[in-house]
């Protein structure tokens, strides 16, 4: 089977930024509050009519750019989003039309703030089996357009943008493995209530945001993000000594640094980002991922370790030399 490596990573922010001093005139909050129980300081915001689809194609630009790869060499794209432009197509299709390729597979993945590592564990699976030469996976969403701006609980921890990563056949690895899991009884700790299928019609006069049981979800989840980066690690015969660099899904500052520290990995080995990007769902591995590469921190041959985690619950995990 072949195996497959990220030739190049991309990003786009927003223009507009929401400050938490801006969030005290909004909610019942104050900016030392959110920083001492998020980490959060700032998060970009999407300008009216600003999609994912735009996101996403700024940062796939990027990402083709560094690559050195032409759109039209891509054979697969893949989106992780929960916010998409539209019920359908999906933001993939409008994707690879702006870029102009076409003809091969694209979609979107739905798994909230675990999207990215899906979407990467799939074009992973896509190349290793040939049925892909070339991929370009995303994750993007403009969360922002789902959040109740009235509820402090939740409006304090997102942000909008995108990351993409061009994902190549090669000799060596590359991606050495990944994991992925759900859980659905945890549907209601963190949801959007209405959707398509339930609910659709009485969202156009009153409408649907996230909801979210925040402090179940931070216990969920550090627990998680610590087996999960054990089990994999150990799947492959390594320690947290062998990560260079640990990029966990953005969620809050507080979520890192308890897992970090229940791994025993110093955090100087983790991308922290969430201080200016706060959480961007989909976007935010892929988001830190270039931050780190373009910075000078990530290096050829250093060791990575992805993991996602978001509402369903789902989560998941990749391992691979950058
Ligand atoms: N400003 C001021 N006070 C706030 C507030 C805000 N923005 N948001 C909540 N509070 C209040 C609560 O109302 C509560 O007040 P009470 O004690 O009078 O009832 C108090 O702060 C403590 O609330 P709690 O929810 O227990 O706080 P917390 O320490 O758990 O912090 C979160 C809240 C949301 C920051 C935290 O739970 C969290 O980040 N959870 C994880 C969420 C997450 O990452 N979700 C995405 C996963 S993909």
């Keep these: 089977m072949n195996h497959a490596r990220i030739v190049g990573t991309g990003s786009y922010l927003p223009e507009k930024v929401l400050t938490n001093v801006d969030l005290e005139q909004m909610v019942e909050t104050t900016a030392d509050w ?33 690559a050195g790869v032409e759109a039209r060499d891509i054979d697969l794209i893949i989106i992780g989003t929960t916010t998409p432009d539209h019920v359908f ?22 798994a909230v703030c675990s999207g990215f590592v899906y979407a990467l ?21 403009t969360f922002t357009r789902i959040i109740n701006w009235q509820d402090r609980g939740t409006c304090i921890l997102f942000g909008d943008g995108a990351g993409a990563v061009v994902l190549e056949k090669a000799d060596q690895p590359g991606i050495i493995d ?10 209601e700790l963190l949801w959007v209530p209405a959707g398509v299928s339930s609910g659709y019609e009485q969202t156009r006069e009153n409408a649907a945001f996230v909801e979210m049981r925040g402090s179940e979800v931070f216990k969920v989840a550090v627990h998680t993000l610590k087996e999960m980066a054990e089990q994999i690690l150990a799947a492959n015969g390594l320690t947290v000594a062998d990560v260079d660099w640990f990029i966990p899904h953005q969620a809050n500052r507080r979520i890192l640094s308890a897992t970090a520290k229940r791994l025993g990995l110093p955090e ?9 990007h706060g959480n961007t769902s989909a976007a935010s591995i892929p988001l830190a991922l270039d931050v780190a590469v373009r910075d000078g ?8 370790l992805l993991e996602g985690f978001g509402g369903g619950f789902t989560w998941g995990a990749v391992l691979l030399k950058y």
Excluded: N, W
């Excluded at 992973?124 to 070339?134: P, S």
């Excluded at 100087?268 to 200016?276: A, K, L, P």
């Excluded at 921190?297 to 990575?304: A, K, P, S, V, Y």
């Design 178 to 187: 990944s994991q992925l899991h759900a859980d659905g009884r945890y549907k």
């Design 297 to 304: 921190r990530i290096q050829r041959g250093d060791t990575l």
């Design 34 to 66: 959110i920083v001492e129980r998020t980490g959060v300081e700032e998060r970009h915001v999407a300008a009216p009519g600003e999609t994912t689809c735009d996101l996403s194609e700024q940062a796939s630009r990027h990402a083709l750019e560094a």
């Design 121 to 141: 564990d799939i074009a992973y699976r896509f190349i290793r089996t040939d049925g892909a030469q070339r991929a370009l996976v995303v994750g993007a969403d």
């Design 268 to 276: 100087e080995r983790m991308v922290d980002c969430v201080r200016i």
């Design 89 to 110: 197509p999906s933001v993939a299709t409008q994707l690879q039309h702006r870029l102009g390729c076409r003809g091969g597979a694209a979609f979107d993945v739905q």
